[in-house]
């Protein structure tokens, strides 16, 4: 039940509400400010605390896409009428009846959750949010070419909605130039930034996830006290081993905008590592037949799909991590660094034009450009591991600087300004 004194804000994802940290991290913030908050999206795997057992979280469950067997041009147009009419319903009770006070729309997806956001803001009189992730356009240029109908027609919603909104937010300060410059479209910048449960690991935390992990994948437990990494020296005394293997991370959707072959083409160079990537997407089933039929000697792949706990723990526990996303716009920058930063975990992350705004090579990471080039970053990272660099030991200096900002201090500082006017 709605509280009436409550202003109501609505959240719309128009994906799966779990996999979409942004919008629920906007969710929490709202949540802080004494907003009541309906989040509309998919819920295909299990939203964060804060939504998930908060009373004054509204979940808005949209209907899933009914399968059909259309060739691609018409799934796609049935997919998007659909998506209107099942969105246009739930922002009908959320907007118009209940009244929200504000609505912030993440974009990518833009079609046609922009058009339905715009007019259902229009009946309800209320304040329109876009969070530029990415473009849409660019995301459909993947698969399609630039001067294609669909393309053209997802460029120009995205862009004349953009210039009809109350307020915009976008990820980086490329994009937001971009924007101003290319479509006459003004918007602030509002930086990913770690969110509370992304942080470093204890040893204990460490020493329980890998021997919940080896219940499930060979090779990571030794037996009831001993992993991979970890050793139980005396009774409740636990340490890392000095004879463990490197452990690398990097977390994916498994999307076309990521070339997982770079990282398994860079490891067929390295001796002695466990490399874990998680996460769920349309290419895992092609990696995972490319990694089976690699003849890897001494480096263990494991795709694991975490537990939403479990996520920020694995960072926490790794060496090094890798980011292969190299941006459909390049404009956008990717979260999941920032959730390493967040654990204290340096990053090698392919490089593209505006990656410099998060990860500067030797000082919060590494930048490479190809296969060859990762590899031998790899190789020089883990040289006499696990003593550490003089390089890694800047890199940890900075990450903890880069700490002190999180979520929830930078969305105080740059967003809630604007909404709250």
């Known amino acids: 039940m709605v509280n009436e004194k409550k202003k109501i804000a609505t959240v719309v994802v128009l994906g799966d509400i779990g996999r979409s940290p942004r919008m629920s991290y906007h969710v929490s913030s709202l949540l802080e400010h004494e907003f009541y908050v309906n989040i509309v999206g998919y819920l295909d795997s299990t939203p964060i605390n804060e939504i998930i057992n908060n009373s004054e979280v509204n979940i808005e469950k949209l209907r899933p896409v009914p399968e059909t067997s259309l060739s691609p041009v018409f799934t796609y147009v049935w997919k998007t009428f659909w998506m209107f009419i099942t969105l246009s319903c739930s922002l009908f009770k959320c907007v118009v009846l209940r009244k929200s006070h504000i609505l912030i729309c993440q974009n990518p997806p833009g079609v046609p959750a922009l058009l339905v956001c715009y007019f259902m803001c229009l009946f ?41 909104s109350d307020i915009n937010f976008c990820v980086s300060n490329a994009m937001k130039e971009d924007l101003e410059k290319r479509f006459n479209i003004k918007a602030t910048v509002l930086y990913d930034r770690p969110f509370v449960n992304f942080k470093p690991t204890t040893i204990q935390e460490k020493h329980e996830l890998f021997l919940k992990l080896g219940e499930k994948y060979s090779g990571l437990i030794v037996d009831k ?50 490399c874990i990537i998680t996460g769920k997407g349309p290419l895992k089933a092609k990696y995972e037949n490319i990694i089976m039929k690699k003849d890897f000697q001494k480096v263990q792949i494991i795709l694991p799909w975490l537990e939403i706990d479990d996520y920020p723990k694995i960072l926490g526990s790794a060496d090094l991590g890798v980011c292969l996303h190299y941006s459909s716009s390049g404009l956008d920058l990717p979260m999941k660094v920032v959730d390493m930063f967040g654990c204290g975990l340096a990053v090698c992350a392919i490089d593209y034009q505006c990656l410099n705004e998060l990860v500067r090579d030797k000082e919060t990471g590494y930048v490479f450009k190809d296969e060859d080039d990762l590899a031998e970053l790899l190789l020089d990272h883990f040289h006499n591991y696990p003593k550490t660099s003089e390089v890694n030991q800047t890199i940890e200096k900075n990450l903890k600087k880069f700490q002190e900002l999180n979520w929830h201090k930078n969305w105080n500082e740059i967003a809630w300004p604007l909404i709250k006017t």
């Open 124 to 164: 309800g009189r209320t304040r329109f949010i876009i969070d530029f992730h990415n473009y849409t356009y660019s995301i459909l240029s993947l698969k399609n070419e630039p001067e294609t109908f669909f393309v053209k027609m997802a460029k120009f919603i995205e862009t004349s909605i953009g210039r009809l």
């Open 225 to 274: 006290k001993t992993t991979l990494f970890t050793e139980t020296v005396e009774e409740n005394i636990i340490r890392l081993k000095l004879d463990r293997p490197a452990l690398l991370v990097s977390s994916t959707s498994w999307t076309p905008d990521e070339d997982f072959g770079i990282l398994l083409t860079a490891l067929e160079s390295y001796p002695n590592l466990v």
